[in-house]
């Protein structure tokens, strides 16, 4: 059987901690700052868990997810 490909824009986006969370960058910080506060940049900046709804769509991109690395 051949190998099963990860989606590799997903790789990138998309991080599997050690519990099997799905970890996702909030959007609104890449652009066009200068006129969002410095606090709302700030909670802009940390990681947040993917939703119950969208987590069988990302586990698709990530066939690996699962597995120990």
């Known amino acids: 059987m051949p190998k099963m490909k990860t989606h590799r824009s997903g790789a990138k986006r998309y991080h599997v901690t050690a519990g099997g969370k799905i970890l996702r960058r909030k959007a609104g910080k890449g ?8 606090s ?28 120990s690395k």
């Open 31 to 38: 652009h066009l700052l200068q006129h969002k506060s410095a």
């Open 40 to 67: 709302r940049k700030r909670k802009l900046s940390s990681m947040i868990e993917v939703s119950a709804t969208h987590r069988k769509l990302v586990l698709k991109e990530l066939p690996y997810a699962g597995y």
